[in-house]
């Protein structure tokens, strides 16, 4: 079963635009660790938070913020006032202590942000 | 965090043969990952890789096909065996970043990948 959900496949938006990028997942421990991570088009992946599963926190940073809701099973990302480097896909993951600590990834979420 | 280095950074390989794939990382580390994300697709689990044992392979993945060493608390490989065009991909590995503690961090953090197209 799929544990870390990405409902958007593609999204498209206007440069200056905010965008939500959607994260559910599923796990029954309660010790675990959300990830999110950019990934360009030149190929490399770019850790941008990790979250436990005690901090519902939400957590800004410059234009990234992250809502977590423990309630909904979510951990959701927004960029405020996208850019065009911002285009990228992003990918949501699951660790858990069950899985070695290992990621459990979402399949994705390919951002493209246009002039 | 911790800096990762992969050799190579792309192959491209015949069918039948094989390739091992190194990764390198500054700094000590328990726990090591091997990931593939096959074109358009997301990153899959091949195996957890650490110091002293032997590696543990996700389903779907078996030691022969995919054999690991792990020597050292900085280095690994991978190797991908009897290679088929099923096997092109982008495999990366990744590491667990301590803090200055010594304990874990949690945070994972990946090499840039080796891209493996085979022909």
């Known amino acids: 079963a799929q544990k870390v959900t990405q409902a958007q496949t593609e999204i498209s938006v206007v440069e200056k635009e905010d965008v939500t990028l959607d994260c559910v997942y599923e796990?029954?421990?309660?010790?675990?660790?959300l990830f999110w991570y950019k990934q360009p088009p030149s190929g490399e992946l770019v850790f941008l938070i990790r979250?436990?599963?005690?901090?519902?926190q939400n957590e800004i940073s410059g234009r990234y913020s992250w809502n977590f809701q423990k309630s909904t099973s979510s951990f959701n990302f927004t960029i405020t006032a996208s850019q065009v480097v911002d285009s990228a896909v992003y990918f949501c993951?699951?660790?858990?202590?069950?899985?070695?600590?290992?990621?459990?990834f979402g399949k994705g979420t390919s951002l493209l942000v246009t002039p | 965090s911790a800096v990762i280095s992969q050799k190579p950074s792309r192959d491209i390989c015949q069918r039948g043969t094989s390739l091992t794939i190194q990764c390198q990382v500054d700094?000590?580390?328990?726990?090591m990952f091997w990931y593939r994300q096959q074109p358009g697709q997301s990153l899959t689990l091949i195996a957890t890789?650490?110091?002293?044992?032997?590696?543990?392979?996700e389903s779907g993945f078996v030691i022969d096909k995919f054999p690991i060493s792990r020597p050292n608390l900085t280095f690994s490989t991978l190797t991908v065996s009897n290679m088929s065009p099923e096997d092109s991909s982008i495999y990366l590995c990744?590491?667990?970043?301590?803090?200055?503690?010594?304990?874990?961090?949690?945070?994972?953090?990946f090499g840039p990948g080796t891209r493996l197209t085979v022909t």
């Open positions: 796990t029954r421990d309660t010790t675990y660790y």
């Open positions: 993951a699951l660790s858990e202590i069950n899985s070695g600590y290992a990621l459990n």
């Open positions: 990744s590491v667990e970043g301590g803090n200055s503690g010594g304990s874990s961090s949690y945070e994972q953090y």
């Open positions: 700094s000590q580390v328990t726990m």
């Open positions: 890789a650490n110091q002293g044992s032997e590696a543990t392979y």
């Open positions: 979250r436990n599963s005690f901090d519902e």
